[in-house]
């Protein structure tokens, strides 16, 4: 049974890639996307979006921009990571389709028709938006999965911040303490598992193809970024990660907590999860702490090219190479 979803998202690098997974997946019916400022401003993330559309033969799914600027914080974007078109310098040629506003309104006409899902990639400005002009109507939602965030982790904008919650800690605020969804933080706790290593970059080289080698050029960009940044080898791929827990959730595991962030101060967008009930309130998200990266991978790779299954068992299976 399809579930109808649909996807909130800045992109970005490793938003792509989740757009790619989501469209190549059977269990998703992804009915629209919305985008939000964050890795770039929106209108170039909506661009971006329509070029993974347009490489995905998908331009049937219509894009709509939401909000541009956070709830109360400046706009800082991570063009240093992303590139200043988003898509790592490649600079692709615009799609010529239409781009949509209404992002948020689109969000809740879809929420009172009942059925569907969010899965949010970016900062949650939409989404809180969503939830100030109707809450009755946003809590018809049926779940959130949302990648941002981390518990235990360190963050990647500052010792405790993660990229998304840090953008617009209010808007994060909001959705917390107003949202009756449930709700799942995927978090850095176990996205920083999943790393597209040289090894699995030259397999998605090897298997070839357009969208091989869209993935190859857009991800370069984001290699380097990675190795100046923290000496990773390879680029950690956090939003796929979201896209593949919310089709099986068997890839991670984790618990409920009481959630709550910083808004302001040293410690801006630090998630707070109150794993000792502290606070002795009621729990309203679930955190994810535990990620089989490998069967991440098996299942993101085989998706993407599907007519490449059976090499990608063999490879991903031997040891040898040493993919993951
Ligand atoms: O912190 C990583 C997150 O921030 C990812 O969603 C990335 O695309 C950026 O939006
Ligand atoms: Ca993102």
């Known amino acids: 049974m399809k579930r109808k979803v649909i996807i909130d998202c800045d992109p970005g690098i490793d938003d792509s890639l989740a757009l790619i997974l989501a469209l190549n997946s059977p269990e998703l019916d992804v009915v ?11 209108e170039q993330g909506a661009k971006n979006a329509l070029k993974v559309l347009k490489l995905m033969k998908r331009e049937d799914i219509k894009v709509y921009i939401g909000e541009e600027v956070p709830l109360v ?15 790592g310098e490649t600079n692709y040629k615009e799609a010529d389709v239409e781009i949509n506003y209404g992002g948020v309104d689109f969000i809740l006409e879809n929420a009172r028709r009942g059925d569907i899902s969010v899965i949010a990639l ?6 809180a938006k969503a939830i100030g002009r109707d809450e009755e109507a946003f809590n018809m939602i049926n779940e959130i999965v949302s990648m941002g965030g981390a518990f235990k982790s360190h963050g990647n904008c500052s010792q405790v911040a993660e990229f998304n919650y840090w953008v617009d800690p209010h808007g994060v605020k909001e959705v917390f303490e107003k949202s009756k969804v449930p709700f799942s933080m995927v978090g850095l706790d176990v996205t920083r598992e999943i790393i597209l290593t040289p090894n699995l970059i030259e397999l998605i080289k090897q298997i070839g193809g357009e969208v091989a080698e869209f993935i190859v050029n857009i991800t370069r960009f984001y290699v380097d970024f ?11 791929i956090n939003d796929p990660l979201a896209v593949a827990y919310f089709i099986d959730r068997s890839i991670c595991e984790g618990f409920t907590s009481y959630l709550d962030i910083v808004t302001e101060g040293i410690a801006i967008g630090q998630t707070l999860v109150d794993v000792g009930e502290f606070y002795r309130k009621e729990h309203n998200g679930l955190v994810l702490t535990k990620v089989d990266s490998k069967k991440f991978m098996k299942i993101f790779l085989e998706r993407i090219f599907k007519d490449n299954k059976k090499d990608i068992e063999i490879v991903i299976n031997n040891e040898k190479y040493g993919l993951i």
Request: net charge negative; hydrophobic share 35%; charged share 20%.
């Open 73 to 87: 914080r400046e706009l800082i974007t991570a063009q240093d990571t992303h590139g200043e078109d988003g898509l």
């Open 226 to 236: 990675h190795w100046e940044q923290e000496r990773t080898l390879g680029c950690v």
């Open 122 to 127: 970016g900062p949650l400005t939409n989404l």
């Open 32 to 42: 629209g996307i919305t985008i939000v400022s964050g890795n770039v401003k929106a």
